[in-house]
Every structure is written in structure tokens, then in C-alpha cells.
């Protein structure tokens, strides 16, 4: 599986690609407003950090407007992907976007049927929504293993991006389910290489060891 930040946090982006756990960015209109800093060079700069693909949102709910929104955002970097919402007006843009070869990324699918109609439009990717889901108490992981298994079933090409991911065992979930990437916020990717044992047996190791060393 591969692993997304969904941050526009540069110092985030900076800290665990160094690490190489990043294989792309997501970011959405309220990312890029906590970040507070201007949308075209925020996403430029993550771009030179990430080689992988960055997702970059439309704001007009219009076909027309998101195809020129979109024709402008892939002129920042080559490894732009336009993120596109999951409306009817979306997915004729990501049908259009799609025969001239650029890369969509259909946001906020809650169902298979939705997750369905962004990969017949021509989507590179799909995101469903996990934690949302959560928060309604439906399942979110469900809709992950359903489209996992249709999209097996008939061969399709597109992407499925694990998105409101909110906890460790979201991400592992996911990767058990078979997602081809998870998307994962710059404060939870932390907690995913670490655990109170590995801690523990650090602090007993050093302890023995000092023991050790002064006999
Ligand atoms: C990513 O593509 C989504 O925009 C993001 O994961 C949404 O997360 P949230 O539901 O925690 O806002």
C-alpha cells in the first residue's frame, strides 16, 4: 500500500519524506486554509518536495469552470493531480479531464455506486471517505473492502485512495483491505512507527546496560 500525506504542512511533508514514507500528497480547500498561506505556492512547494502525486482540489461546483480550474493547476507542476468533487458536474469534467490525459482524483465518495460512476467517468483515483463515515456510524471500511472487491472483480484501473483516515487501525484496516493508497494526516503518521513496547524495551535495554557496563 502506499502512503499519502494528506497535509499542506511543509514542515510535515519535510520531516517524513525524509524518512521515505511518502509517496504522495492530498490536500483539500480546508488544509490549505489552516495552512494560511497563499494555494498556488503552498502546492508548488510541496510539489519540489514530493515527486509522487499531489492532489490539488477545484472550488467551482460548475463542469466549465473545473475543467479551467483544473487546465490551470496542472501547469504548476507535472505531478498535479486534480481533485474533483462527486457531483454530476464533477464527473463530466473528470470524463473531459480524462481524455486529455489528466489525472483526477473524485473526492468524497460515501458509497460503491459513487466509487463506481468516478472510475466509469475516467478517474485515476477514487477517494472514500472513512472517518465521515465513522462519525455516522456507518462503515467506513466496508465501503473500502466493497469497492476493493468490484473494482478486482471488473479490472478497473482506478485507484482506490483510503481518505479520512483518523486512526492506526484505519490505516491498517485499509491495508489489510487491500487500498492501493492511504492518506494520512501529518499529525496521525507519527503514531505509525511507534508503540509503548518498543519504548519500553529501549528504556530497559539502556537500563541493563549501564547496569552492565559499570560492574
Ligand atoms: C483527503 O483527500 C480528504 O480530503 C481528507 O482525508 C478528509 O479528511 P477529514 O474527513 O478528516 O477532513
Do not use: C
Not at 122 to 140: E, K, N
Request: glycine share 6%.
Amino acid at each position: 500500500m502506499k502512503f499519502f500525506l494528506d497535509t499542506a504542512n511543509v514542515e510535515e511533508i519535510k520531516r517524513i519524506s525524509a524518512l521515505g514514507l511518502v509517496d504522495g500528497v492530498t490536500t483539500n480547500p480546508s488544509i490549505i486554509a489552516k495552512e494560511g498561506r497563499n494555494f498556488e505556492e503552498v502546492i508548488k512547494e510541496i510539489t519540489t518536495i514530493v515527486k509522487g502525486p499531489v492532489s490539488a482540489e477545484v472550488v467551482a461546483l460548475d463542469t466549465k469552470t473545473m475543467i479551467a480550474e483544473a487546465h490551470n493547476l496542472v501547469k504548476w507542476a507535472d505531478n498535479i493531480v486534480v481533485k474533483i468533487p462527486m457531483t454530476e458536474e464533477g464527473l463530466a469534467a473528470v470524463n473531459i479531464l480524462s481524455k486529455e490525459g489528466i489525472k483526477t482524483n473524485v473526492t468524497l465518495v460515501f458509497s460503491l455506486a459513487q466509487g463506481l460512476m468516478a472510475a466509469k467517468a475516467g478517474a485515476t483515483y477514487a477517494s472514500p471517505f472513512l472517518g465521515r463515515l465513522d462519525d455516522i456510524s456507518a462503515d467506513g471500511l466496508s465501503l473500502v473492502k466493497d469497492l476493493r472487491s468490484v473494482f478486482n472483480t471488473y479490472d478497473i484501473k482506478t485507484e482506490i485512495i483510503s481518505a479520512s483516515v483518523r486512526t492506526i487501525n484505519h490505516v491498517q484496516d485499509v491495508a489489510l483491505a487491500g487500498s492501493d493508497i492511504a492518506t494520512i494526516p501529518g499529525t496521525l503518521f507519527p503514531k505509525l512507527w511507534k508503540h509503548p513496547l518498543t519504548e519500553a524495551g529501549i528504556t530497559q535495554f539502556l537500563q541493563d546496560w549501564e547496569t552492565f557496563s559499570k560492574k
